[in-house]
């Protein structure tokens, strides 16, 4: 089967320190690939859309991103520990799904009943007519859809570990994706053709998943009540971080919607795109240093070392995107367009924040490989009092005080979790 092949061709470059080499060296390079292909499609709709339209395209994505994880709260995590627990069992998994499924439906439900009317008003709000935002409605679900299924018919592919399979799919789905935009989008300039050639882009995508997932699975099982009880058991852990979550992940873009205009959305949307690069280099920390972090034996000092080694790696690394941006920051601006000409230091603002956002992902992954994971009371809440003292501090209602609060925020969340990762590596073995 061909599935069942690249699976073995995958787990034989495991047998090697060449193999990992590779597959450290090729994914990067996917990565790359994909980032690239993605930057390159927001090029053509930012350059295509007027301010006020791209603004309610940013205002779109951020409330698919918003519902998602909403409508997760955590199944994917509890699918994944389940499904893994007798991985090569097509049966159990097609049950692991079904109930992943059900759930996952359940609460998107709810979700979408909360939200969607929060977006159309939002929508309206910042210029949208009736005419326009009830499609854009219809592109948000079916978007918001799509990528729940996608999702969670990935993880049979990730138990398996097909590396490269996944990564042909990914390059896929941008290669559709940025064809389709520069033909219909220019054909005709809107957001709801923008979001819909992503949705077009995640359904042809979603047949290859599931083609290639049917080796692995059994499509036909029902979902077994007992998994579905485990899976809530970690929904009931996780519901609370990822509430936070659903609010603080687009922080940005609700207070440029709650606190600005129209067009400083757009400002803040556009100019976040160059900073998504430098997500080459949260998704290389994924895949390299997490993983060998957590093999790290139990020694704090060892532990420690290692973590600021990892942060300095990332640092300078990030350190020199920020530079190479502020060089060539009006290269970038002319990228984005005439109508973001006359943004300047925003550039240098976005891209320390964007280096800020690595640095603290990094440390959350690195922090959570090793099982460090710091009270959800203490950490959200000590977060949530921190973003109420900087919207006091900060000029929110400007692009420039958008961007800083968009540094402080995650300098604020490096710190709390670097002292955590010092304080459990000699919590957990002090004596060593």
Not at 400 to 412: A, D, K, N, R, S
Request: proline residues 3%; glycine residues 10%; contains cysteine.
């Amino acid at each position: 089967m061909e599935t069942a092949g690249k699976v073995n061709n995958t787990t034989a470059l495991f047998r090697n320190g060449w193999g990992w080499i590779h597959l450290f060296g090729t994914t990067a390079a996917a990565q790359a690939a994909i980032q690239v292909l993605g930057f390159a499609t927001g090029l053509i709709i930012i350059r295509t859309l007027p301010p006020a339209q791209y603004a309610l395209y940013v205002l779109s994505l951020s409330m698919v991103g918003a519902m998602t994880i909403l409508a997760d709260s955590g199944v994917t995590n509890g699918v994944m520990a389940e499904g893994g627990k007798q991985w090569r069992d097509r049966v159990w998994l097609g049950q692991v799904l079904a109930t992943g499924r059900k759930l996952r439906f359940q609460f998107g439900r709810i979700a979408a009943v909360v939200l969607i009317p929060t977006a159309a008003w939002l929508l309206v709000k910042h210029g949208a007519h009736w005419i326009m935002a009830g499609p854009l409605i219809l592109a948000i679900l079916a978007s918001f859809v799509l990528t729940l299924t996608c999702g969670l018919y990935s993880i049979p592919l990730a138990l398996h570990q097909c590396v490269f399979a996944s990564i042909r799919i990914s390059l896929g789905q941008g290669i559709i994706r940025l064809v389709l935009t520069a033909i219909f989008l220019l054909l005709f300039p809107n957001p709801f053709v923008a979001i819909m050639t992503a949705v077009v882009a995640q359904y042809v995508v979603l047949g290859r998943i599931k083609k290639l997932g049917a080796g692995f699975v059994d499509y036909h099982e029902k979902g077994n009540e007992v998994i579905e009880a485990k899976i809530l058991t970690m929904v009931k852990r996780r519901f609370p971080e990822c509430l936070y979550y659903c609010i603080s992940g687009q922080i940005t873009i609700w207070l440029a919607t709650l606190y600005g205009s129209t067009l400083m959305i757009a400002q803040v949307g556009a100019l976040s795109r160059i900073g998504q690069i430098m997500m080459v280099l949260s998704s290389i920390t994924s895949l390299v240093l997490v993983p060998r972090f957590a093999r790290l034996a139990n020694n704090p000092k060892l532990i420690i070392k290692r973590y600021f080694q990892a942060q300095l790696v990332l640092g300078f690394s990030v350190g020199l995107a920020c530079v190479a941006i502020g060089i060539f920051s009006k290269q970038c601006l002319w990228l984005l367009g005439a109508s973001y000409a006359r943004l300047g230091s925003e550039v240098i603002l976005m891209a320390a924040g964007s280096a800020m956002n690595v640095l603290s992902a990094a440390a959350l992954a690195l922090s959570t490989a090793r099982g460090y994971v710091p009270n959800p009371a203490f950490y959200i809440g000590a977060n949530i009092l921190w973003q109420v003292l900087c919207i006091k501090w900060l000029n929110i209602g400007s692009v420039t005080g958008m961007f800083e609060f968009g540094i402080v925020m995650p300098l604020f969340n490096l710190m709390i979790l670097s002292g955590y990762v010092i304080y459990s590596a000699y919590r957990a073995h002090p004596t060593t």
